[in-house]
């Protein structure tokens, strides 16, 4: 119908102009936005996904920019670690010039202080950003928690939205040429446990290397081994000399010699005023005399061992035989071919001392002694009334300093010692400890053993169960005592010992020596230890530097993949929100289109009641 009051057909038209204007405009807002999703309103979904990836994107070239600052130190470092090397070279080099004994070592000391110079130098200058991987202030360099140093490397989405930033650990103890707190590549280990409170004893240099010994170095460079502390025990002996060129010539009437030999008795201490040494030897009543046994030397005695003689004993070795026939079912030793050690290392044999050792048959003791001698007709060839006791080896006096076992890396456990005892003839037994031990056993959370007291206990917890009639005390000179309890044992002589074998430290060797105490003028002998120091000093930093140039490599590799995950995260992106450039601009067209037949329709609808109207007029 047609009517003037409602124009059907222009609200029609004018709906559909409206329509499509809107969607032209939505059209035209992706073209000039490029964005196919540009608001939640256009689709949630994809929306919020691409809102997450572009703040992803964004994270990933912070670290992008984080890892580029990470090869920066690194290089910074590497640079520093590289002269150093450069300058140990030259350095090295200098030291065996000194060894020419006609150099200045004035002179070349000199030099070496400018080497040192240059080294500290360059550790101090090797900052970037206001970090320096050479020269550090770590409390604890030997606290992986404390030495690591992070470079972040990537970022991770996970599941349900959780984020991780991972991250590249390294440790500056392998770059650290310099700690405040000490320990750096360049500096002693602070970490060395020393005599681990007496358990083991310094040696300088000496040819005495054996399974239980350990290379070790002194605080002031000198070299030489760790030897285990122990305690044997020696029977009781002594010596004397032949009359030389005077022979015993039982020949004369009546001729012989008479004593009384004394073996194996006992004393309450017979090495009384020996300190820490006298506790141990300290025994308990009553005592045994030992063995008594009355000995006659003559012609026919002579005669009847050697008839070839004719009755003369002509030297030392064929005294000591005789005595050895006579003296040997009684229970003691001679020997005519004695020899001793000299200072330098050196055994010479003397051709008139002869010695006497009991060889402790009797009871417990360990003790010779010769007592009413005399003589008829012939001299006592030498020998002359003594005794002698023997040492109790089953007992030790410790001197004790102070040590800390350290944390090592993240192990909390920290520096562990390991070690063998025995006490007399039974079989070794093994034990160790480390800091957490020492912690639980002394009510510390510091790994240090402070004092003598400390030390008993740290014993005893180890010890006492094993050996039972062990006794681990403080001596009144402060040193620590461990014996067998004299109540228990009561042995002398060889069959005593006790002590430790096969020590370890499961960090050792360690360098003691610091690069800037090295000082050829004042220390001339120590000159094949610093060499020895120095080789060791640049192996350590070159292993630094192989360290960082492995984690350069890292850094190049990872920054690529970043790069890489950068670019694909753009191209996800693009996948779910970009918009279809030339589906956009084909579709605008055909809207311009259709908007301008809708204006045209519109018109027409609008003229038809204006003609309508013309009919009334």
Known sequence: ???????????????????????????????????????????????????????????????????????????????????????????????????????????????????????????????????????????????????????????????????????????????????????????????????IGGMRSFTPWEPIYTQDTTVHSAPDGTQGWMVPSRQTGSAGSFSWSFPDGSPLDFNSPGAEIRFTLILDKEASNPNNGLGSLGQLQELPGPYDPGSSVPVIITKADVDAYAPSWGGVVSTNTDFADLLNHLLGSQGATVSGNYENTLPSGIRVHNPVMMSIITQEDHLDGSYVGISNLTSSGVSTGGLFETEKYGTRGSGMALPFEPFTLFQVGNDDDGVEVSFRFSLNSAAPIAYSFNRTTVNAVLGRNDGRVETAEEMVTLYKSLLSTDWPSLIIEVGTDGKVILKSDPAVDREWGSRTRIGFDTVRVDIEPLPTLSFLDIDVEKNPDQIDTYLAYIDTARERIIDGAASLGALRARIEQQTDMVQRRIETTGKGIGRLVDADMNRESTRLKALQTREKLGTQALQIANARPEMLLQLFR
């Not at 409602?6 to 032209?24: D, F, K, M, P, Y």
């Not at 807002?29 to 996904?49: F, H, N, P, Q």
């Not at 996970?158 to 650290?176: A, I, P, Y």
Request: glycine share 10%; hydrophobic share 40%; charged share 20%.
């Open 1 to 195: 119908m047609a009517s003037v009051l409602t124009n059907n057909g222009a609200l029609s038209a004018l709906q559909t102009l409206r329509s499509v204007t809107t969607e032209r405009g939505q059209v035209q807002d992706r073209i000039s936005s490029g964005l196919r999703v540009e608001a939640a309103a256009d689709d949630a979904a994809y929306w919020s996904v691409s809102t997450t990836m572009r703040s992803d994107k964004m994270a990933l070239s912070a670290i992008a920019d984080t890892l580029g600052l990470g090869a920066a130190k690194v290089d910074t470092a590497a640079v520093g670690l590289d002269a150093v090397i450069g300058i140990l070279g030259q350095f090295e080099a200098k030291l065996v010039t000194a060894k020419e004994g006609s150099v200045d070592l004035g002179k070349i000391q000199a030099e070496l202080a400018q080497y040192q110079q240059a080294v500290v130098d360059i550790a101090r200058s090797s900052s970037f950003n206001g970090q320096n991987w050479l020269n550090t202030d770590i409390a604890d360099m030997y606290d992986d928690e404390l030495t690591e140093t992070l470079i972040r490397s990537s970022f991770t989405r996970g599941d349900k939205g959780r984020v991780t930033v991972e991250t590249m650990g390294f440790s500056l103890s392998k770059t650290s040429l310099f700690n405040a707190a000490g320990g750096g590549l360049l500096q002693p280990d602070i970490r060395d446990v020393g005599k």
